[in-house]
T-cell receptor, first 114, second 113 residues
Framework: AQSVTQLGSHVSVSEGALVLLRCNYSSSVPPYLFWYVQYPNQGLQLLLKYTTGATLVKGINGFEAEFKKSETSFHLTKPSAHMSDAAEYFC????????????FGAGTQVVVTP | DSGVTQTPKHLITATGQRVTLRCSPRSGDLSVYWYQQSLDQGLQFLIQYYNGEERAKGNILERFSAQQFPDLHSELNLSSLELGDSALYFCASQSGGAGNEQFFGPGTRLTVL
């Protein structure tokens, strides 16, 4: 069975500081990996994903994530936080041999302070 | 705008009642997924349909059912509602298979009183 763990339910960062959100997965076979963002009162939007190839993936809004198989991790980073980055972030996995259902982590709420 | 529409946006009903949530996928997407987001259980996969057929089932209660119609829109039916069914219900659509992006609708917020 798969599981997704996001370290920290709330993260507070200063504007301009590094954003680092941690995600670890548990799976016998590396799954497809995703980061989604949810702004207040909205649906989820894909930030980036890893399926195959280069392990450092770049997404929208300046975010990137690195797949590390040895650490079963897919941490999300952004070098410089903007006020508009305040949102909830979800790491998700999908088995490569499935029809694509997503299993989500518990989410990390990001607060950006001036 | 993801291109996925969900109606209604809000729904308030009483325990024991039945409701239907509707989802229209992006044009051309054959897969529709339903997810439930609640404070205590987070985001959970409920069920997936592909071109009218059920493909995968998750933590969906027996009181819940879904279907996908020939025009590819989908409905999630929730019956004998309980207070604990209060949640945000999202649908997402996808073209292709696993690994492709799922586009999420804005959700239907269900409140059971």
């Amino acid at each position: 069975a798969q599981s997704v763990t996001q370290l920290g339910s709330h993260v507070s960062v200063s504007e301009g500081a590094l954003v680092l959100l941690r995600c670890n997965y548990s799976s016998s076979v590396p799954p497809y990996l995703f980061w989604y963002v949810q702004y207040p009162n909205q649906g989820l939007q894909l930030l980036l994903k890893y399926t195959t190839g280069a392990t450092l993936v770049k997404g929208i809004n300046g975010f990137e994530a690195e797949f590390k198989k040895s650490e079963t991790s897919f941490h999300l980073t952004k070098p410089s936080a903007h006020m508009s980055d305040a949102a909830e972030y979800f790491c998700a996995v999908s088995p490569t041999d499935s029809w694509g259902k997503l299993q989500f982590g518990a989410g990390t709420q990001v607060v950006v302070t001036p | 705008d993801s291109g996925v529409t969900q109606t209604p946006k809000h729904l308030i009903t009483a325990t024991g009642q039945r409701v239907t949530l509707r989802c229209s996928p992006r044009s051309g997407d054959l897969s529709v997924y339903w997810y439930q987001q609640s404070l205590d259980q987070g985001l959970q996969f409920l069920i997936q349909y592909y071109n009218g057929e059920e493909r995968a089932k998750g933590n969906i209660l027996e009181r819940f059912s879904a279907q996908q119609f020939p025009d590819l829109h989908s409905e999630l039916n929730l019956s004998s509602l309980e207070l604990g069914d209060s949640a945000l219900y999202f649908c997402a659509s996808q073209s292709g298979g696993a690994g492709n992006e799922q586009f999420f609708g804005p959700g239907t917020r269900l409140t059971v009183l």
